[in-house]
């Protein structure tokens, strides 16, 4: 079977849609401030985040224009609690782990806008798409029970991105930056006179070298527009265009060439290649003053081919570093998502307290198609289809919420969630066989917030949350694994408030998994099965202080004490990408026209496999590798200067010490960016 390319029609469609949910002319013109209607995730009202259960964490548009992230990673780091992998400096492909969570495995569910974004919840490589920070006005981050309205995969909560509407006129930006890095953005938005109506479009163009050769090509489209269809009613669409063509690979540097401090790409033929088209269509209806019903109905597909080439393994050995064949493999997959999310929000008066009710129903089909191809170093690209994948799943999700206000102080919240799905795969290559499971999950929760003081709130509480066996695993050799999802049950206190000039939080959790998967079963038709267990417990502390002269200070640390595995052949091991200890820390100065932030960004020691081994080994031989990648700082500068209304000129120093590290082990040592620099500008008409 031959492979054929669909990117030129991608295209097409991007523009074609672009220019039908855009008016002809985007002048900015009077009228009012109409949002576009989205499912909120902690929402924007003053009392937003003293009405959650569990902690929260928001990245808002001024911090992020600050730090000048080249990716979400970049800005999660920065987050108490989170731990990223990243396999390059734009997190082509994200890896984060969460409260002691491995980062290279997800159990932590990711949003754009309040709708799923990463492929593959139900059958598996969610990995495979993740947002681009240039599309990105706000980062919200969500841990605790309060994370059970969303599911599945919210053992370590939730981070949703919300994307940008922009604002009346043209914003312009532009940063050029080290291996020859060139971006450029146009933000373009305008209202109709009465302000009922709006459309914006958000266009980003990304080229770099790349460090260590790994070079990039990426366009981000986003599109939205919205009508206020009545008085109580508004219709909202987005519409999103991505493509991406990356020169990365799952090798890293042999452990010779590493300690030798060398840059040089470890595979410089492999590439992936990745494309989403994405549409959502938002409703949001005031049915009176006291319910609201809010509903999305979402589509995407996304493609990612991987092209890597074969290795000679004696020959890499004994060179040190990889020595490639003519073979080329092609790992190609394609993943297509139609889900509907309706939410009824309603406030009543049970028991003669002041509640507030969220009933939601999702449903949701995933399908993906998985091809391996077969091809030679002068068959570019095309070859034989030797195995050839159908999975399917399709799912039904309701929950339901009550904030019930006990007093002026004490708001307890109880909710259930029950997640239901069926999962399929087809064999194409193998006359079509095919086998099936299902899976029902009743997810139980209850947080409390308690106002101590009127500066000062102590919440908690404690919840069931799952994450599914992908098809691969649950239907792995077409027999059904007999699998339920991995379960955990959390708990979490904190403690947060505001005295003055002083901000702080502190929370402590406990993650107790009584179904991780693992592989290896006495049964020889199981090759899985459900008997292990991770026991997770720790610490987070966050505090802000305004010292004087526009300077302030934000720090946080992430103290992870118990991280293992509780049963099974690793038994009392750490999990693997998952540090012990993890802080922030950052002076910034706000003055005027000039604001600037000196951070510094600290990861404990972590292991590379579950065997805890740590030694990296030196030769070329094994799939997964292990050892133990040791603790580092990362210093960065940035800073931004308004000379007008109109015009801002930034710059960065990242990694100002020019600290070697490693970010992760695959095949191989990923290394993290050396010292780099950018500047640029943004300008609006």
Do not use: C
């Not at 495995?105 to 993740?130: C, H, M, Q, T, W």
């Not at 939205?224 to 990365?248: M, P, R, T």
């Not at 309603?346 to 999702?362: K, V």
């Not at 000039?594 to 030769?619: C, K, M, W």
């Amino acid at each position: 079977m031959k492979l054929m390319s669909t990117r030129p029609q991608q295209r097409v469609l991007a523009l074609a849609v672009a220019a039908v949910l855009l008016p002809a002319s985007l002048a900015a013109q009077e009228g009012g401030d109409f949002p576009m209607p989205v499912i909120e995730v902690i929402g924007k009202s003053e009392n937003a985040v003293s009405r959650q259960t569990g902690s929260v964490v928001l990245i808002d548009r001024e911090a992020l224009d600050l730090i000048q992230p080249l990716s979400t990673d970049d800005a999660l780091r920065r987050v108490a609690g989170i731990n990223t992998a990243t396999e390059d400096e734009t997190a082509i492909v994200s890896n984060l782990g969460i409260r002691g969570l491995s980062a290279s495995e997800s159990k932590s569910l990711i949003l754009e806008d309040g709708v799923p974004v990463a492929p593959g919840l139900f059958i598996g490589n969610e990995r495979y798409f993740n947002p681009r920070i240039q599309r990105i006005e706000r980062i919200e981050v969500l841990k605790g029970s309060a994370s059970l309205r969303y599911g599945p995969s919210t053992i370590g909560g939730v981070v949703n991105y919300q994307t940008k509407t922009p604002d009346d006129g043209v914003l312009l930006s532009a940063r050029i930056g080290s291996f020859d890095t060139r971006e450029a953005s146009l933000e373009a938005g305008g209202r109709s006179a009465s302000g009922d109506a709006f459309a914006g479009l958000v266009l980003t163009r990304a080229e770099s070298d790349g460090f260590m050769d790994k070079d990039y090509e990426m366009t981000d489209l986003l599109v939205k527009s919205g009508i206020a269809l009545s008085d109580n009613q508004e219709v909202g669409v987005k519409f999103s265009w991505y493509e991406n063509d990356a020169n990365i690979s799952y090798r890293g540097l042999l452990l010779g060439d590493y300690d030798a401090g060398s840059n040089y790409n470890p595979a410089p033929d492999d590439y992936f290649l990745s494309d989403r088209v994405a549409f959502d269509l938002n409703h949001a209806w005031r049915l009176n003053d006291a319910a609201k019903l809010q509903t999305v109905v979402y589509w995407s597909d996304v493609s990612r081919d991987y092209w890597r080439y074969n290795v000679d393994t004696e020959a890499s050995t004994e060179a040190g570093r990889w020595v490639y064949t003519d073979t080329l493999t092609g790992n190609n997959r394609s993943f297509e998502r139609l889900g509907l999310d309706t939410r009824l929000l309603l406030d009543h008066q049970l028991f003669g307290f002041e509640n507030e009710a969220e009933i939601g129903l999702r449903l949701m089909r995933e399908e993906s198609d998985d091809t391996r191809i077969r091809a030679t170093r002068d068959a570019d690209r095309t070859g034989i289809n030797d195995r050839h994948l159908v999975d399917s799943a399709d799912s039904v999700a309701v929950h339901v919420q009550n904030r019930m206000v006990l007093s002026g102080r004490l708001a307890v919240t109880p909710g259930l969630r029950v997640e239901s799905y069926e999962q399929k795969r087809r064999v194409l290559t193998d006359s079509n066989a095919s086998a099936k499971t299902s899976n029902t999950e009743l997810l139980p929760g209850i947080g409390a917030t308690y106002e101590l003081t009127t500066t000062a709130q102590l919440y908690g509480g404690v919840y069931r949350a799952f994450s599914p066996a992908s098809n691969g695993v649950a239907l792995d050799g077409l027999t059904d694994q007999n699998l339920n999802g991995e379960r955990s049950n959390n708990y979490e206190m904190g403690l947060r408030g505001l005295q003055g000039k002083l901000s702080y939080e502190v929370a402590a959790f406990y993650m107790d998994f009584d179904n991780q998967v693992v592989t290896g079963n006495s049964d020889p038709n199981l090759s899985q099965s459900n008997a292990g267990a991770t026991v997770h417990q720790g610490m987070e502390f966050m505090v802000g202080y305004e010292l004087a002269a526009g300077f302030s200070v934000d720090a946080n640390a992430t103290w992870v004490p118990e991280s293992d595995f509780d049963s099974g052949e690793f038994a009392g091991n750490r999990l693997p990408y998952a540090p012990e200890h993890l802080a922030n820390l950052a002076l910034n100065y706000a003055d005027g026209k000039l604001s600037a932030t000196l951070t510094a960004h600290y990861r404990g020691s972590q292991f590379g496999d579950p065997s805890n081994q740590v030694e990296i080994p030196s030769d070329a031989a094994g799939g997964i590798w292990g050892g133990k990648m040791p603790s580092y700082t990362l210093f960065d500068f940035m800073a931004q200067y308004a000379f007008s209304d109109s015009l801002t000129l930034f710059g960065a120093v990242k990694n100002l010490s020019d600290e070697r590290y490693i970010t992760g082990l695959r095949q191989g040592i990923y290394v993290g960016p050396e010292r780099s620099f950018e500047v640029g500008a943004r300008f609006r008409l």
